[in-house]
């Protein structure tokens, strides 16, 4: 009976979609702290490069550059999975994210309109071997979901084009909570 109602759960979820533009929170802070790509597929890019750096005491910042031989339009996927850091390794947290850019986009989903504050990138669709650039970059913790326990964490950006992985991008974040006094 239990496995009956689980499955009925399951799918009720799974058939209504999750609209990822409603997340907003205030009950942790999120600080990157370093983030690299970890491969690229040659074939599809010219080159992708991301630099972390230190803007002030708590927060990274990301600069990027990439360049696509192909043209991805409006159909560039990507997949965010959270990874947290137990037992002296990165382990597979529940938490997955998988949609269009252009919708990530639209939504704000982790305050990735804020690519438009610095660098030549202007939005939806992606053109092909153009230098898309983005400077200053700082995920806007208030957009991520709620609940999520304090910890570090890996988030594995993977960027997929017609079943094609372009890019897989490693983020390396902690989410501390306020003290309570």
């Given at each position: 009976m239990n496995v009956f109602v689980l499955s009925?759960?399951?799918?009720?979820?799974?058939?209504?979609?999750?609209?990822?533009?409603?997340?907003?929170?205030?009950?942790?802070?999120l600080t990157v702290e370093r983030a690299h790509v970890f491969h690229y597929d040659?074939?599809?890019?010219?080159?992708?490069?991301?630099?972390?750096?230190?803007?002030?005491?708590?927060?990274v910042a990301l600069?990027?550059?990439?360049?696509f031989k192909i043209n991805v339009g409006s159909e560039l996927v990507i997949m965010i999975q959270f990874y947290k850091f137990a037992s002296n390794e990165y382990r597979l947290f529940?938490?997955?994210?998988?949609?269009?850019?252009?919708k990530f986009f639209e939504n704000n989903v982790v305050g990735v309109q804020r690519l438009l504050n610095c660098g030549n990138?202007?939005?939806?669709p992606l053109v092909s071997n153009t230098n898309i650039t983005w400077c200053n970059y700082i995920p806007d913790d208030s957009r991520?979901?709620?609940?999520?326990?304090?910890?570090?964490?890996?988030?594995?950006l993977h960027a997929l084009y017609s079943n094609n992985e372009l890019f897989v991008l490693e983020v390396y974040a902690k989410?501390?909570?306020p003290e309570v006094k």
């Open positions: 009925i759960f399951i799918v009720t979820v799974l058939s209504q979609g999750l609209d990822l533009s409603k997340f907003h929170q205030h009950d942790y802070r040659k074939e599809y890019m010219n080159y992708i490069k991301v630099i972390p750096f230190k803007c002030n005491r708590t927060n600069n990027g550059t990439l360049n529940p938490t997955r994210f998988q949609d269009k850019f252009c990138f202007v939005g939806c991520f979901p709620p609940l999520i326990p304090s910890g570090s964490y890996r988030l594995n989410i501390t909570r």
